[in-house]
């Protein structure tokens, strides 16, 4: 059966539609996500959420001559569907395929790639600001998730407020209850309030006000102080209006000819408005309406043997922390909102005043373990490598300037992680937090290493930043890990002519590059090299001097990652070294694929290792001297 959305040829064909044809695409919509997400994996619950929302918004601005900003943009696949993409949908953050996320390069209706929260109404601000400028017309909507409000989208908030420029946010309320007045009264209040009709009438009342003889001033100034009364205690959302918004709602957010009304309403304001929709995750989806928060995200297939269930590189480090805080009462557990991605429920569920979730506030996080830690308790910060860049100057300000004892930062995700592409790839970590005074950075090669650093970490009087990938956790068919010693390396093949230095998660690629290479008649020395800061010459001299090649491994940006600072550290200390090969990610974004697709990619496999070496020993036996 051909579906309604299959004869979309453009969405600008949606003002055309009845309202009892976006219905039918609303469910369409649903369906295709719902048939799609099982095989690529993706945002489930926040896109089914959002699905009458999306229609009604095409159905009354004229987008991309109008200008939509979504939020996350993790709630972009109906978005996408409307917009020209529904043939490759079946790609969706696939090698080759379209993003999860919006993409300026797919489409010209997506602006932003929006993937960190909180960015939506700084950008849109932008947007508005830019059309005074220019003397443009330009309808401007943000699409704003109360999960993502965070201290960015309040700033955002309180300058477009001053500005009071014409921009619309919407807030999609799916959790929390902002307010609970929803009903026909509401409705019809909002319609009134929103309406030409009312405001002409605040109009009229205040001219009339303003001519009055003599008691003019002090009526209107009455006036001003019974309706702000009067709205604080009768109109829901008194918070956004003292920003200076015109707050409505809240609308019922999968009402089309409620939502299609509002905004058409909304639209021809000329100041800045706050629509408060509420919308129910999961939507058309009894399993992800009955529980959003497991259905987040779905991930897509992989081959895996049934007798075997590894865990995860978050699950061992969040196993290993509820341990050391059995047997210390200092620790404490801080993340921001990535309780679940970090595998710290248990730990909240045990230690219910030694585990605070800050929300979205990166910074916040980072600037309160420096409170918790100068009063004498071990905090642990647990965030996603690519949302720990948010907090950079909470880290050098509030932590490593301040001269306390340890923060340990647990970053979660650092390296590669697939298939939600570059917004949240954490391969910056080294390099923004290296050149920070006092700070040690650390890299596991298995979970039985992971658990031994983070025991290391407590004991330390620096902040300690111990980086760890996503997925599983390897099984290398490793000796058990040497004692952990400040900067000390490990090494665990000894060999000859070449030298493979892995951090953390390349040594697993590194492991299994060895039998390649020896195919080829080489016998490579490995080593682990567990830190990369410090580095001590006195115990990687002897590696660089006795071989002839040496080849750095990270999953981390080449520019200012562990690399580099091994040449920094053969230059300012003298060291004789062999030639130095650095293998990682070039100074570029990586799309989105799987990750082991994403390390093929780049060379950064155990074939892709492999044949590097031996490519630079062939360049370089030919230059060799005579």
């Known amino acids: 059966m051909t579906r309604l959305l299959h004869t979309l040829q453009s969405s600008q064909d949606l003002k055309k539609f009845s309202v009892e044809n976006l219905g039918i695409l609303a469910a369409d919509i649903r369906q295709v996500i719902l048939e799609t997400l099982p095989k690529t994996g993706g945002h489930l619950a926040s896109n089914l959420g959002v699905v009458e929302l999306t229609l009604a918004l095409y159905h009354v601005y004229d987008f991309p001559h109008d200008r939509l900003v979504l939020d996350v943009g993790h709630q972009c696949y109906p978005h996408k569907l409307l917009t020209g993409r529904l043939a490759r949908f079946a790609t969706l953050r696939q090698k080759g395929g379209i993003s999860g996320f919006p993409s300026p390069w797919e489409s010209e209706h997506d602006l932003f790639i ?9 950008t ?18 943000a699409v704003v998730g109360d999960g993502s409000i965070c201290g960015l989208t309040f700033e955002g908030l309180n300058h477009c407020g001053e500005l009071k420029k014409n921009l619309v946010v919407i807030l999609n309320d799916n959790r929390m209850a902002i307010s609970p007045t929803v009903g026909a009264l509401s409705r019809s209040l909002n319609h009134l309030r929103s309406g030409e009709a009312y405001r002409h009438l605040v109009e009229e009342i205040k001219h009339t006000v303003q001519k009055l003889p003599v008691l003019g001033e002090k009526l209107e100034h009455l006036g001003d102080r019974v309706l702000h009364l009067l709205s604080a ?3 829901p959302g008194q918070f956004f209006n003292d920003l200076g918004f015109k707050y409505y709602g809240p609308v019922d957010g999968h009402d089309l000819p409620e939502l ?22 999961g939507k058309g989806s009894p399993d992800a309406e009955r529980d959003p928060l497991k259905f987040y995200a779905t991930s897509r297939p992989t081959a895996r043997l049934p007798h075997r269930k590894p865990s995860s590189w978050s699950q061992c480090f969040a196993d290993a922390l509820t341990l050391a805080a059995r047997e210390n009462p200092r620790i404490i557990a801080i993340t921001a909102a990535m309780a679940q991605g970090t595998k710290l429920e248990a730990f909240m569920k045990e230690f219910p005043q030694r585990a605070l979730d800050t929300g979205i506030a990166e910074a916040h996080a980072v600037t309160l373990a420096g409170g918790l830690e100068r009063a004498g308790l071990l905090p642990v910060v647990l ?9 950079y100057d909470s880290i050098m300000h509030d932590i ?33 937090l290296r050149h920070l005074p006092r700070m040690i950075l650390m890299a596991p090669r298995d979970g039985e290493e992971l658990a031994a650093m983070l025991r290391w970490a407590l004991i330390q009087n620096h902040p300690v930043a111990i980086r760890y990938p996503r997925g599983d956790v390897p099984d290398l068919g490793l000796p058990p890990p040497a004692a952990i010693e400040s900067g000390v390396p490990e090494v665990l093949v000894r060999g000859e002519r070449v030298a493979l230095l892995a951090y ?31 580095l ?28 580099s600072a091994l040449l920094e550290l053969i230059n300012s200390s003298g060291l004789e070294s062999g030639r130095v090969v650095r293998l990682g990610i070039p100074d570029a974004f990586v799309t989105y694929a799987d990750r082991d697709e994403l390390l093929a990619m780049l060379k950064l496999d155990a074939k892709g290792i492999a044949a590097t070496v031996m490519e630079n020993i062939a360049v370089g036996t030919t230059l060799a001297p005579k």
Do not use: W
């Open 260 to 281: 299609i009304a509002m905004l058409h309403n909304v639209r021809e304001i000329k100041a800045p408005v706050l629509l408060h929709v509420k919308t129910q995750k």
């Open 124 to 141: 849109a601000l932008g947007l508005a600001a830019a059309n005074d400028v220019l003397g443009e017309k330009r309808k401007i909507v």
């Open 114 to 122: 929006t993937g960190h929260a909180g960015t939506a109404v700084s």
């Open 536 to 563: 001590l010459a006195e115990h990687l001299a002897p590696l660089l001097a006795g071989h002839e090649f040496i080849f750095t491994l990270e999953d981390h940006a080449l520019m200012g990652g562990l690399g």
């Open 383 to 391: 965030i996603y490598s690519t949302f720990l860049q948010r907090s």
């Open 400 to 432: 490593c300037l301040q001269k306390g004892g340890v923060v340990v930062f647990a970053l979660d995700r650092a390296g590669l992680v697939g298939d939600d592409g570059a917004s949240h790839h954490g391969v910056f970590d080294i390099a923004y």
């Open 504 to 534: 953390g998660a390349m040594v697993e690629a590194a492991v299994r590059a060895l039998p390649l290479l020896r195919e080829h008649g080489l016998r490579p020395t490995l080593v682990n090299l567990r830190f990369a800061k410090p």
């Open 233 to 235: 205690n009768l109109i």
